[in-house]
T-cell receptor
Framework: KAGVTQTPRYLIKTRGQQVTLSCSPI?????VSWYQQTPGQGLQFLFE???????NKGNFPGRFSGRQFSNSRSEMNVSTLELGDSALYLC??????????FGPGTRLTVT | AQSVTQPDIHITVSEGASLELRCNYS??????LFWYVQSPGQGLQLLLK????DTLVQGIKGFEAEFKRSQSSFNLRKPSVHWSDAAEYFC???????????WGAGTKLIIKP
């Protein structure tokens, strides 16, 4: 079974731009969670989607949004990028209420 | 509020020595418990999990963890570490009442040659 894939792996953007990151979960997994990881803040939960519905949301500003498609693939979008948005963005998929399987992450650098 | 504590930010262990990484959780309900490992710049890999049953669970790469309900702990152990075990280790806890995992801050393991 293929693992969780995330594209792109690396991204460099300028302040004020927007970015879209993509995540393809393991086949059969309907839950997709997104995390932001930075050296100072650790692993912070952004949101979780299950069957195309946002089921849970972390404490991030509205500039961070996401969606999930009928094939369970998910995207997250960050608008009006700030320097502080530079981070490793991790996607994880799971069967409901079970262990999460992580993708390799997207390294976003905002300049 | 539910929380997970990994009290050690860094741990340094000599290669070949034994290892124990600590994890404590705050909520009283029966949890689901996980340990993940992350190599630099990579995603997280599941080492082991506890849902129910035997409180001593075996994982990949020679790791094991023991759930102690009385101490609200789920410590990770390995009898003999290898240089390739150098990484960051995360403990996570889930509950039936909460769809989301609660994560510890991580412990960075450094291996001395």
């Amino acid at each position: 079974k293929a693992g969780v894939t995330q594209t792109p792996r690396y991204l460099i953007k300028t302040r004020g731009q927007q970015v879209t990151l993509s995540c393809s979960p393991i086949s059969g997994h309907r839950s997709v969670s997104w995390y932001q990881q930075t050296p100072g803040q650790g692993l912070q939960f952004l949101f979780e989607y299950f069957s195309e519905t946002q089921r849970n949301k972390g404490n991030f500003p509205g500039r961070f949004s996401g969606r999930q498609f009928s094939n369970s693939r998910s995207e997250m979008n960050v608008s009006t990028l700030e320097l502080g948005d530079s981070a490793l963005y991790l996607c994880a998929s799971s069967l409901d209420r079970a262990e999460q399987y992580f993708g390799p992450g997207t390294r976003l650098t905002v300049t | 509020a539910q929380s997970v504590t990994q009290p050690d930010i860094h741990i340094t262990v000599s290669e070949g020595a034994s290892l124990e990484l600590r994890c404590n959780y705050s909520y009283g309900a029966t949890p689901y418990l996980f340990w993940y490992v992350q190599s630099p710049g990579q995603g997280l890999q599941l080492l082991l999990k506890y849902f129910s049953g035997d409180t001593l669970v075996q994982g990949i790469k020679g790791f094991e963890a023991e759930f102690k309900r009385s101490q609200s702990s789920f410590n990770l152990r390995k009898p003999s570490v290898h240089w390739s075990d150098a990484a960051e280790y995360f403990c996570a806890v889930g509950y039936d009442s909460n769809y989301q995992l609660i994560w510890g801050a991580g412990t960075k393991l450094i291996i001395k040659p």
